[in-house]
């Protein structure tokens, strides 16, 4: 349900986006004028097609900065080519493009709404769960289609030992972007403590189809296998 955190990969991913991030700042310092706000969307616009084109190159470097800056820039439009780059043959382009995938998901497209999304991922990080779902569900009333804040709810609740209430925010969020990895690994979390081996296995295998680079899942989903091998044994 929750991005699998790494302060080196964010250093990183800062590192490769430093470029971009210049761009960014000299269009955000325009954006005191209409003309300046133009120039802003403008130079964003330019910066993920060039991002987008660096997607498509032969060299795992070019590979690695156009996913940095579509962590940045890019548009729920940009998650297919992402999404391909997660069995890319580097590990390092699939570690970007996954941290590019949770990057998108976790903005609105509302300025308002990011902020307090944001205020919500602090408390999380803080271990404020109760005060965090209360954070999120004020997002989720402002912009119901906003996904995010449904699957960061589910992991509250999840953390919290409501599985219940997760499962129905699991359900809203496989509405919206049946495509999210990270919502299919928590059902799968979910079912697991629920004592259901067979149903959590079938999520963490959907987890790992769409999204290979999951380690945890994948030893899971050989721990859950050889469990359910060993109980249809038993009544041969």
């Known amino acids: 349900m929750t991005a699998p955190g790494s302060s080196q990969l964010r250093h990183r991913i800062q590192a490769?986006?430093?470029?971009w991030l210049l761009a960014l700042a000299l269009a955000i310092g325009m954006a005191i004028s209409p003309a300046g706000a133009d120039a802003a969307k403008s130079d964003r616009q330019e910066a993920r097609k060039a991002a987008l084109a660096h997607?498509?190159?032969r060299d795992a470097e070019e590979r690695m900065e156009g996913?940095?800056?579509l962590a940045e820039v890019g548009r729920p439009s940009d998650?297919?080519?992402?999404?391909v780059h997660l069995e890319d043959e580097d590990e390092r382009v699939r570690a970007v493009a996954e941290a590019a995938i949770w990057a998108i998901w976790s903005r609105s497209g509302d300025p308002e709404v990011d902020s307090l999304f944001q205020r919500g991922m602090a408390m999380m990080r803080d271990g404020q769960l109760e005060s965090a779902i209360e954070v999120f569900t004020q997002v989720i009333t402002r912009k119901p289609d906003f996904t995010e804040a449904w699957n960061k709810r589910?992991?509250?609740y999840f953390l919290l030992g409501d599985d219940e209430l997760s499962l129905k925010d699991c359900d809203e969020v496989l509405k919206r972007n049946p495509q999210h990895f990270g919502v299919l690994a928590g059902y799968g979390q979910i079912y697991l403590r629920k004592g259901d081996l067979q149903r959590a296995l079938e999520y963490f295998e959907r987890a790992l189809a769409i999204n290979p680079n999951m380690p945890g899942v994948e030893a899971s989903i050989e721990s859950l296998r050889e469990i359910l091998v060993k109980r249809s044994r038993r009544y041969i």
Request: charged letters at 10%; a neutral charge.
């Open 16 to 19: 490769r986006s430093a470029t």
């Open 79 to 83: 998650l297919q080519p992402l999404q």
């Open 55 to 57: 997607l498509e190159s």
């Open 67 to 69: 996913c940095t800056a």
């Open 154 to 156: 589910a992991t509250l």
